[in-house]
T-cell receptor, first 115, second 112 residues
Framework: DVKVTQSSRYLVKRTGEKVFLECVQD?????MFWYRQDPGLGLRLIYFSYDVKMKEKGDIPEGYSVSREKKERFSLILESASTNQTSMYLC??????????????FGPGTRLTVL | QKEVEQNSGPLSVPEGAIASLNCTYSDRGSQSFFWYRQYSGKSPELIMFIYSNGDKEDGRFTAQLNKASQYVSLLIRDSQPSDSATYLCAVRGFGGYQKVTFGIGTKLQVIP
């Protein structure tokens, strides 16, 4: 019954490393999202994608990039990790339809620590 | 002004009481409203959604929407210790690419 999976639950990296976070969904959803969640700041949208090879900046894209080569896979890339990118990263997907109750399905999250 | 506002809490209620969680939003064009529950260390899971003014009930949960006041709430009846979690209010606008904006969440503690 797994719908959205993320490559790692916990990750520890060093400052300056390039970091890849992978997300895969099996629901054939068009839209996929990357959020980070920090205490007191809630969920903040980093990037989203509404189709293969398409991407849009969210509210906090600085220091991140994304890749969507296949419909089911959406990758978040930290080009040069910094300590202020230590956070919980959540991937989500949603079907692109006009149905009002469409919900976002979340992956289990990746807790990234940058030393 | 934040787009979706919630009191971060914690909101403490005794077991068996009604917990009332509130959320306001700034975009009058918002169409759909969601309540997610998030246990510590876990990802959010949907409890309810609402898109019409009024009340929507599902078991012990009732969502209330007042678009004129830009206000949405979640009532939890007969609160249980297992309801202790952070509750996220989320709002989706009209059209676009289904971008959803989240509040910071209200931490609920149900005291046995």
């Amino acid at each position: 019954d797994v719908k959205v999976t993320q490559s790692s639950r916990y990750l520890v990296k060093r400052t300056g490393e390039k970091v890849f976070l992978e997300c895969v969904q099996d629901m054939d959803h068009e839209n996929m999202f990357w959020y980070r969640q920090d205490p007191g700041l809630g969920l903040r949208l980093i990037y989203f994608s509404y189709d293969v090879k398409m991407k849009e900046k969210g509210d906090i894209p600085e220091g991140y990039s994304v890749s969507r080569e296949k419909k089911e896979r959406f990758s978040l890339i930290l080009e040069s990790a910094s300590t202020n990118q230590t956070s919980m990263y959540l991937c989500a997907s949603i079907q692109n339809s006009g149905r009002a109750g469409n919900e976002q399905f979340f992956g289990p999250g990746t807790r990234l620590t940058v030393l | 002004q934040k787009e979706v506002e919630q009191n971060s809490g914690p909101l403490s209620v005794p077991e068996g009481a009604i917990a009332s969680l509130n959320c306001t939003y700034s975009d009058r064009g918002s169409q759909s409203f969601f309540w997610y529950r998030q246990y510590s260390g876990k990802s959010p899971e949907l409890i309810m959604f609402i898109y019409s003014n009024g009340d929507k009930e599902d078991g012990r949960f009732t969502a209330q929407l007042n678009k004129a006041s830009q206000y949405v709430s979640l009532l939890i009846r007969d609160s249980q210790p297992s309801d202790s979690a952070t509750y996220l209010c989320a709002v989706r606008g009209f059209g676009g690419y289904q971008k959803v904006t989240f509040g910071i969440g209200t931490k609920l503690q149900v005291i046995p």
